[in-house]
């Protein structure tokens, strides 16, 4: 298939209706780490089903389109989870119908030996049109540069953290075994289970998924700023800049700038940056 800007801008995805129960909520606060404390009611809230709540980030692996990319013309090979971005509109709710609606929202040529940058916008409504969340993900397409599309992006500029100490600093480890259970909300690709599928990709061994890493740094940056009260979360989104390995500790640097929070997130083994252009909005947090 000849890729065309008209054709990626215009491509039809089918509604994806679904529904979340206590079960797949569990999973879910328990692939990122809760319940570590298991006499902690912060964390007991998102992992048992009495007065069950799921995790606020929840909605970035629901009504997911899975990998289109191939049957759109893209090089599936080669294309890599960017960014992400969250805006929580409603608590996700249990056993109701609820329905995910993708469009490609985004797109630029980078040219032929850059590849190009799609955006797609999930929204996720229930059956009757109230809207929960807006998922925004970016996808680097490295082996579809140059088909003749706009070379700008509608998005506005990326966020930075000012240049200077950051005011806060929280770690959370991940467990060894995170990205076997972080597999089960959805993402089976192999890269996250198979020793010999990882050192294929380059990897002595298989890698965390970007987005249980940025769910990891959620929990840590709510621990920090609101005492573990993840309902006040509104909005989050990074840029992922490398991946983490099961088991490494996450180490997030926080800044307050300009009425905003500012994040980045590197590996406190290996001194690496793994998350950047961080930005959490809180409810209360001016």
């Given amino acids: 298939m000849t890729i065309t800007e008209r054709g990626l801008l215009g491509w039809k995805f089918a509604p994806i209706p679904f529904r979340v ?12 780490g809760l ?72 797109l630029v040529d980078r040219g032929p030996d850059k590849g190009a940058v799609v955006e797609v916008t999930r929204r996720i409504e229930t059956a009757d049109g109230a809207p929960v969340a807006k998922v925004v993900s ?6 579809d540069g140059g088909f003749g599309g706009s070379k700008t992006r509608a998005a506005t500029a990326p966020v930075s953290h000012p240049g200077r100490d950051a005011d806060l600093r929280a770690t959370i480890p991940t467990l060894p075994q995170a990205a076997l259970l972080y597999r089960l909300n959805g993402d089976l690709n192999p890269l996250h289970a198979d020793p010999a599928m990882a050192a294929r990709l380059g990897f002595d061994r298989p890698i965390l998924h970007g987005l249980c890493t940025l769910g990891h740094t959620a929990r840590a940056l709510i621990d920090t700023l609101c005492d573990g009260d993840a309902t006040r979360l509104r909005s989050l989104s990074a840029k992922m800049s490398r991946p983490v390995f099961p088991g490494e500790t996450l180490e997030v640097s926080i800044w307050r700038e300009g009425g905003q929070v500012l ?8 001194g690496v940056t793994v998350l ?10 001016a």
């Fill in 21 to 32: 129960t206590a079960r797949d909520a569990i999973v879910f606060g328990l692939s990122l």
């Fill in 35 to 106: 319940g570590s404390a298991p006499t902690d009611a912060r964390q007991l809230r998102h992992v048992y089903e009495n007065g069950l709540v799921p995790y606020p980030t929840m909605p970035v692996v629901l009504g997911s389109p899975g990998m289109w990319f191939g049957d759109a013309g893209l090089d599936a090979r080669k294309v890599l989870h960017g960014a992400q971005a969250l805006e929580v509109l409603a608590p996700v709710p249990l056993d109701t119908d609820l329905v995910a609606l993708n469009a490609v929202s985004d």
């Fill in 138 to 143: 970016t996808y680097m397409c490295m082996g």
């Fill in 263 to 270: 994040f980045e997130t590197a590996v406190a083994e290996r």
């Fill in 276 to 285: 950047s252009g961080g930005c959490i909005g809180l409810e209360g947090m």
